[in-house]
């Protein structure tokens, strides 16, 4: 099956307000130029420079959105606002704090989800929910950033049943952010290859699908 023939099936299958994210860590611009022309917009990178250069590869095509979905050090802030449009990793408050000084400067600041995690995990980055409501004041103090939702990537190895009530859960914790603050919280980016399903059940606006769409690539 083709790259076009993948994205073609899955995209029968969703829900009009989804947005398909189609994540392209050690994906060439070749390939990448082939999802383009299957419908893709929306590219989804981990690490800031093999997006750079893959930025320089396909600068022909204008309308590209990026996605900066991976762990963002600090130091390296600057250059990811000034080369993404989303920013869906922002996972403390120093750096969203760090974020919004930056952005004073821009004219048009990327939009960014807050990363949580809902479960337990050592692997991955994120406020939890106790720490996301503890900041939750400070928070709202960013207003040059543009926050228009949460993130979340779960553990490996859960079930379907643990999997949909930790993507309920976030959806759940948006609803509640909405009403205990100023914030605007209408985007949910969750789900990945082997669980978006369940995450647009749960009512995730926004899917980050790689292997699903361009098979295994190395870590």
Not at 58 to 85: E, R
Not at 184 to 190: A, V, Y
Request: charged share 20%; hydrophobic share 40%; with cysteine.
């Amino acid at each position: 099956m083709t790259i076009a023939q993948r994205i073609n099936q899955i995209r029968q299958h969703l829900p009009s307000h989804v947005r398909l994210i189609a994540v392209t860590k050690q994906v060439s611009p070749d390939i990448m130029r082939q999802a383009y022309q299957a419908g893709i917009r929306d590219f989804g990178e981990n690490r800031l420079q093999e997006a750079l250069s893959k930025q320089e590869h396909l600068q022909d095509l204008p309308d590209i959105c990026w996605h900066f979905i991976g762990h963002l050090q600090t130091n390296k802030a600057k250059k990811v606002l000034d080369s993404f449009q989303w920013i869906h990793s922002v996972d403390s408050l120093s750096l969203l704090q760090r974020l919004e000084g930056y952005s004073v400067e821009l004219s048009n600041p990327p939009q960014v989800c807050l990363q949580v995690k809902v479960l337990p995990d050592p692997n991955k980055y994120g406020w939890t929910i106790p720490e996301l409501l503890q900041d939750l004041p400070r928070i709202e103090q960013c207003t040059q950033v543009k926050i228009q939702g949460l993130m979340t990537i779960l553990p490996w190895g859960l079930d379907e049943t643990e999997t949909l009530k930790a993507f309920e859960t976030t959806r759940d914790l948006a609803q509640e952010l909405n009403e205990r603050s100023q914030l605007q919280l209408r985007e949910l980016s969750m789900g990945m290859s082997g669980d978006y399903h369940l995450a647009i059940k749960a009512g995730a606006t926004m899917i980050r699908l790689g292997t699903i769409l361009f098979g295994e690539r190395l870590k």
